[in-house]
């Protein structure tokens, strides 16, 4: 291994990627990683991380909450965490995680393996009414995320880079 295979960045610096929250830094991307996601996250309270309910079918992750509060939605309940607690999600387990209390939250997201990281975002459309996979397409270079119902193809939401 030789020193050039090292790689050190500065988070904050990092530019933001598509999603519904203030920001979200893809560090693993960043630094080259290809085994584990890692992503860094703020979001004010009512914002979701990032996509809505959604699974991983073969890809497990860990959300530890560095500042703020997170409410972890699953099919059995809804769970609370905290600064300072993490929350494991296995594969293939339904989830929607929304920012909650009184101020922004900061939350690290890690998952494995990275090959399979794809979510299944399945939510009701607004315009066919099914529950859905979503589709999605990049624009303006990869900065704009447009996702669309995978049954009637509506466009359901716009995400944006730092959208702040």
Sequence with gaps: MTDSEFRKVAVEDLPDAPNPTRHKKEVDEAVGATEFG??????????????????????????????????????????????????????????????????PARVIAVGAPKADDGAVIEERCPECGDETDRDYEERDGGDTYVLYCGDCGTEVRRMTAGPE
């Design 38 to 103: 890692f992503n860094v996250y703020v979001a004010d309270p009512g914002q979701q991380l990032p996509w809505g309910e959604h699974r991983h079918p073969n890809h497990e992750e860990l959300l530890y909450v560095v500042e703020g509060e997170i409410r972890v939605e699953t099919p059995d309940r809804d769970h609370d965490v905290r600064a300072g607690e993490a929350f494991f999600v296995p594969p293939d387990a339904k989830q929607r995680t929304v920012a909650t209390g009184e101020g």
